[in-house]
Each structure stands twice: as structure tokens, then as C-alpha cells.
């Protein structure tokens, strides 16, 4: 899998690429709780071009939405394929997550102030 | 009632034998593709069968040995008509992935145990999902529909 940073005022924005399975989770995993350390807490994952998702890639957003609980960030998901949002239907992910058509539109939930 | 497993069109069947290594799980991919791409499986065929077989197989690999040997786990791709059916088989210890409790898919991203969502994404994915223990091997079998992709173009395919 690849990952490319885009970076705007506002967020920060990874467009993944291929496969988000058993060989890649770990990398991407490390790849956004270090964003978080960082203080980067307004996150975009964009997977337009993300062919296939596996549990362990799932669990990477789970992993990356408790640990952006306590500090208040923000993560949105854009451009899921059909078949990639029916692993997040199936999986329950959903309604867990916040996921838009748009990158545009994931960037502007991720700046929304604090409710 | 006829055997899915057998017959004459080697295309449209195929073994890959794994070695309990988390290393295997590409070679696992590049293979699923092929077998996709030459059957004309459609994309989503093609990521139900890799995600049920991934899930399968790593949780073989990461929980189902403790003697540190080396094992084969055989994957078995059989395209009948209009399903597709694969077949898990191991030699680790006895798991009926069936007897696992599904995963709680309303509790709040806080409350949500990390992990524990394979197998229910294995239910959900196919059609059909047995399991067996025949001796001393595990044996997984599913079934999906893949509908008309799956039949063959050529015209040379069945008893005429």
C-alpha cells in the first residue's frame, strides 16, 4: 500500500493506495498515531484508490478514533469505493465514522469547531 | 447431488498451499487475483473471497499453533456453476469459528473491543459457512454466489 500526505491549513489528509490488509495495517497504523503524537488531530483518510480492506485494517481506525477521543481531533473518511463500504457496512463502522463522498466535504467536517 | 470439486476445466479450480507464516498472505493475494482475473470473477467476488480467506488464515497462523513447527494450510478455489466455493483446511488446533460470538456492532467507538471482527465479516461476506473437524484437521468450507461473471465465455464448457 502507499500512503501520500496532502497537507492543508486545516487537516491533514492520507490518501491511501492498494491494499489495506495483514501486510500493510502496521505501517499505516504507525503512520497516523504518530500524527497524533504530533499533534496533528484533524485527520482525513482518503481512499479513493484503496482496492481492498481487511479486519486488522479496520481496527487502524478504531485505534486511531479512541486515541483522538481525549484530545478532541477529528477524523473523516472520504471516497470510499462500493465494495470498501460495504466492509464498513458489515463491519458496523458506518455510523462510528464520519465518511464522505468528497474530500472537500471531509475536510469541512473535520474543520467544524467543537460542539 | 454432484461433486463441486471435481471437474474437467483446470481453470476454474485451484490449490494454494500455505505455510504458516504471516509472509504468505501477499503470495496469498497475488493468487486470488489470478484465479479472479482468469475465471472473469467480478472486483467484489474477488474482495469477499480475499477477505474471508485473510481472516481465515491469520487467525489459523496467529492462534492455531504452539510448537513452533513448520504446517501447510491448503486453500482450495472452486468455481461450480454459479458459486464460488472455498475450502480452509489445517492441521491446528480444533477452532469453530462458527462458536464465536458476533461482535457487538452498536456499542459506542469507546466501548468497542479492538479486533474481533474477522469471522462475522467471514459470515457476512458469503453465503454459506460449515465447518468440520475431520481427524486431526480443521476444515472451513464456504460458499458465495457470484452469479453469471463467473460462467465462462467459451462455448466448449460443459457435455456437449
Known amino acids: 500500500m502507499d500512503i501520500t500526505e496532502d497537507r ?57 478514533a479512541k486515541r483522538l477521543k481525549p484530545v478532541d481531533g477529528r477524523l473523516a473518511l472520504c471516497a470510499l469505493r462500493p465494495s470498501i463500504a460495504q466492509v464498513f457496512e458489515i463491519a458496523g463502522f458506518s455510523s462510528m465514522f464520519t465518511i464522505t463522498d468528497t474530500r472537500d466535504e471531509a475536510e469541512a467536517a473535520v474543520s467544524a469547531p467543537a460542539r | 447431488m454432484s461433486n463441486p470439486w471435481h471437474h474437467e476445466d483446470d481453470r476454474r479450480m485451484h490449490v494454494i498451499e500455505l505455510k504458516n507464516d504471516l509472509g504468505e498472505l501477499p503470495r496469498l493475494a497475488d493468487e486470488l487475483q489470478a484465479f479472479a482475473a482468469a475465471n472473469g470473477l467480478p472486483d467484489a467476488a474477488l474482495l469477499a473471497m480475499n477477505l474471508a480467506l485473510e481472516e481465515l488464515v491469520t487467525n489459523t497462523i496467529s492462534y492455531g499453533y504452539a510448537d513452533g513447527q513448520a504446517h501447510v494450510i491448503a486453500v482450495s478455489l472452486n468455481i461450480d456453476g454459479p458459486d464460488l466455493h472455498l475450502r480452509v ?17 452498536d456499542a459506542p467507538i469507546a466501548e468497542r473491543p479492538i479486533g474481533g471482527l474477522g469471522i462475522h465479516l467471514v459470515r457476512s461476506m458469503m453465503d454459506d459457512v460449515s465447518y468440520e473437524r475431520a481427524g486431526s484437521r480443521n476444515v472451513v468450507s464456504m460458499r458465495k454466489r457470484v452469479a453469471d461473471a463467473a460462467s465462462p465465455k467459451d462455448k466448449h464448457h460443459g457435455h456437449h
Open chain 2, 89 to 105: 483446511e489445517d492441521d491446528a488446533r480444533p477452532f469453530n469459528p462458527l462458536e464465536l460470538a458476533a461482535p457487538n456492532l
Open chain 1, 8 to 64: 492543508s491549513p486545516n487537516a491533514v489528509t492520507l490518501i491511501l493506495s492498494g491494499r489495506l490488509d495483514g501486510t500493510s495495517s502496521s505501517a499505516f497504523e504507525s503512520r497516523v498515531l504518530g500524527y497524533i503524537e504530533a499533534g496533528d488531530t484533524r485527520l482525513i483518510i482518503d481512499m479513493a484508490e484503496l482496492a481492498y480492506i481487511s479486519s486488522v485494517g479496520l481496527r487502524v481506525f478504531l485505534v486511531a
